[in-house]
Nanobody, 117 residues
Framework: QVQLVESGGGLVQPGGSLRLSCAAS????????MSWYRQAPGKERDFVASSFRAGAKTNYAASVKGRFTISRDNAKNEVYLQMNGLEPEDTAVYYCNAQTENDYDYWGQGTQVTVAS
């Protein structure tokens, strides 16, 4: 049974930082592409960042490049999103996504990030 459990969301002031975590189980984590997406109220779910398998290759949305960093610990089956320089526009529910080696897609339940003064 695949599980993705996000944590680390919360309320932060503009310019602040948060670190999201996603604990994964039920599949071969080291062979999966792990990503973060976000969905703001009334908007579609958008791609934020990806880490491919061993983590050597990463990819970012233009809106977060230089501010957010995705990383993973294959020994712990966890993926992280370090978010610096947060802006009100970053307010959204953040979702962890796993694309397994068999091309199955799985989602976590999401964690709320609110950037406000």
């Amino acid at each position: 049974q695949v599980q993705l459990v996000e944590s680390g969301g919360g309320l932060v002031q503009p310019g602040g930082s948060l670190r999201l975590s996603c604990a994964a189980s039920g599949f071969t984590f080291s062979r999966a592409a792990m990503s973060w997406y976000r969905q703001a109220p009334g908007k579609e779910r958008d791609f934020v960042a990806s880490s491919f398998r061993a983590g050597a290759k990463t990819n970012y949305a233009a809106s977060v490049k230089g501010r957010f960093t995705i990383s993973r610990d294959n020994a712990k089956n966890e993926v992280y999103l370090q978010m610096n320089g947060l802006e009100p526009e970053d307010t959204a529910v953040y979702y962890c996504n796993a694309q397994t080696e068999n091309d199955y897609d799985y989602w976590g339940q999401g964690t709320q990030v609110t950037v406000a003064s």
